[in-house]
């Protein structure tokens, strides 16, 4: 069995700066990319940032230069700095990883339980 369990967070004012962590439990084998998604009430899930094992990243234009995402392979972890917030980025933020278990050699997405991000005006 694999858990993504998120921490971090919160309620801030637009300019703050936030942090969100994700650590992976479980059986798991080997892990590829992960990253960070967000999803804003009646929209549909997008990526916001991607790290891959080798610490490649990639973001969505609308976080560049305001963003970073870490990993660190040894803990399973991986971390999203969010400074500069905007109302707009007000969302639940999604850990995800793509990861194969020692039960499943297939390369499978796995999914944090999603942790509130607020950013008020």
């Known amino acids: 069995q694999v858990q993504l369990v998120e921490s971090g967070g919160g309620l801030v004012q637009a300019g703050g700066s936030l942090s969100v962590s994700c650590a992976a439990s479980g059986s798991i084998f080997s892990i590829n990319d992960m990253g960070w998604y967000r999803q804003a009430p009646g929209q549909q899930r997008e990526l916001v940032a991607v790290?891959?094992?080798?610490?490649?990243?990639n973001y969505a234009d609308s976080v560049k230069g305001r963003f970073t995402i870490s990993r660190d392979n040894a803990k399973k972890a991986v971390y999203l700095q969010m400074n500069s917030l905007k109302p707009e980025d007000t969302a639940v933020y999604y850990c995800?990883?793509?990861?194969?278990?020692?039960?499943?050699?297939?390369?499978?997405?796995?999914w944090g339980q999603g942790t509130q991000v607020t950013v008020s005006s």
């Open positions: 790290v891959t094992r080798g610490g490649s990243t």
């Open positions: 995800n990883a793509e990861l194969r278990t020692y039960y499943n050699r297939r390369l499978s997405a796995y």
